[in-house]
């Protein structure tokens, strides 16, 4: 989400602070009760309501964990860091790979990009698309190509905040996203599935990325192979852990209810807990170890294209003195040095491998106000902003953008310092 005036929200972990100032003012009230005793004490604080008690899940372990597979398809997933099994998950032929990050509705920045780039005929056939958080819920339309741009527009220009959650603590978080669920219910049709099963046939790769907070490690979603699972039934398993899927990549803890997904070891089963994928990386290229820039690991892209949803520039703004400001603040400059950090080592990771590195951001320029969370007016503005850029002789630049008090703009669609692998046929 977005940070361009104080009242304003960004970044998809910064969606927890959101959550924070629509949960009742009960809290505060609590929090400040200590002062006000001291002026009001004929009237002390109501109580805080009663927390909600959940079922507890069946115990398991470690173990059991690491040797669990999905039901009926054991490839649909595996660890981050589980280096063998991510070089065995990627094609056989070697293309240019896409990759999309967190951002919460800022998100309406890169599938104004991608549409942008279908309408310049720059759109190219991924062979590799990843997704987290936001980038989860676009990557789907965005592997099976222009054929879906619509779709990818209206998901990020046609719904509002009571789309995606609604207040009340469910016991697991401040919000509830059951909203969001039946929304992806809608999106994530069989037709959809089919396409994607289609294109994983072919040799491409759709992954998507979560985070186990049982294991505490991020987990790798093969999508097309658990669409390539998929019927045609309302109910089919392989359609709801798709849904389910791209919902707990979304989920940010705290925010949203975490998502549970049944697994399977030695026939017993149990339930993991899986939430937003960002918790692990703001966007995902490879498993850590292999981008560590003493690795030597050359990564098997023929180029590299990575849509960040944020501007990553410090934006002043007078913080009052309230929880929400404060973390709202501080969660977001976090978030900016971790997806800073991040390409940087990715930037030296392509260096290293031979292959063009190119990335997008939103411009420095674009400083449309937001009313809070998931504003129509605020995101049809942003889609704008990503459809021109897309749409441009130079939509990507050649290295991360620049630090504040660094000349230039690296990532300026205008820049002569733009990559010409962001012209047409480039990284095929």
């Known amino acids: 989400m977005n940070r361009h005036s104080p009242g304003t929200f960004r970044i998809g972990a910064a969606a927890i602070l959101a959550a924070l100032i ?3 003012a009960g809290l505060a009230h609590t929090a400040n009760a200590p002062e006000r005793e001291r002026h009001h004490a004929k009237k002390a604080p109501a109580p805080p309501p009663p927390a909600r008690q959940l079922p507890p899940r069946a115990p398991f372990t470690a173990a059991d964990d690491a040797a669990a597979v999905i039901p009926g398809i054991p490839d649909a997933r595996f660890f981050a860091d589980a280096l063998g099994d991510f070089e065995k998950a990627l094609p056989a032929k070697p293309g240019p790979w896409l990759v999309l990050s967190t951002g919460g509705s800022d998100g309406a920045f890169g599938a104004g990009l991608l549409n942008g780039l279908s309408a310049a005929g720059r759109r190219l056939d991924y062979s590799v698309v990843t997704g987290v958080s936001t980038g989860a819920l676009m990557a789907p339309f965005v592997f099976v190509g ?6 990818l527009k209206a ?12 207040a009340g603590s469910t016991g697991e978080s401040f919000v509830d996203s059951w909203p969001l669920k039946d929304l992806l219910g809608k999106l994530v049709t069989p037709e959809l599935l ?7 046939r072919a040799g491409r790769r759709l992954f998507i990325v979560t985070t186990d907070l049982d294991a505490d490690r ?3 979603w093969n999508m097309g192979a658990i669409a390539a699972h998929a019927g045609d039934e309302p109910e089919d398993p392989a359609l709801n852990l798709f849904r389910n899927v791209m919902l707990a990549s979304g989920s940010v803890p705290g925010a949203f209810p975490p998502v549970l997904i049944e697994v399977e070891d030695n026939g017993r089963r149990f339930q993991e807990m899986h939430v937003d994928g960002g918790v692990g990386g703001q966007f995902f290229v490879a498993p850590q170890a ?8 050359r990564i098997p892209a023929t180029a590299l294209y990575i849509v960040v949803n944020s501007r990553l520039q410090p934006e002043f703004a007078e913080v009052t003195r309230s929880t929400p400001a404060i973390l709202t603040k501080s969660v977001g400059m976090a978030v900016d040095v971790d997806l800073r950090m991040l390409l940087d080592r990715v930037f030296v990771a392509a260096k290293n491998s031979g292959i063009g590195f190119n990335v997008a951001t939103i411009p420095a320029s674009f400083n449309a106000p937001s009313r809070g969370p998931f504003d129509p007016d605020y995101m049809n503005a942003l889609f704008d902003v990503g459809l021109a850029q897309g749409k441009s002789a130079e939509p990507f630049a050649a290295a991360p953008p620049p630090y504040p008090g660094q000349a230039g703009e690296m990532n300026d669609p205008a820049s002569p310092q733009s990559t010409d692998m962001a012209k047409p046929g480039a990284g095929k």
């Open 22 to 24: 629509l949960v009742p």
């Open 146 to 151: 222009a054929k879906y741009d619509d779709q």
């Open 155 to 166: 998901a990020y220009t046609h719904i509002t905040a009571a789309d995606v959650f609604e």
């Open 194 to 200: 089919h396409d994607v099963a289609a294109q994983y």
């Open 218 to 220: 991020s987990v790798v």
């Open 290 to 297: 292999l981008l560590q820039s003493n690795s030597g690991y």
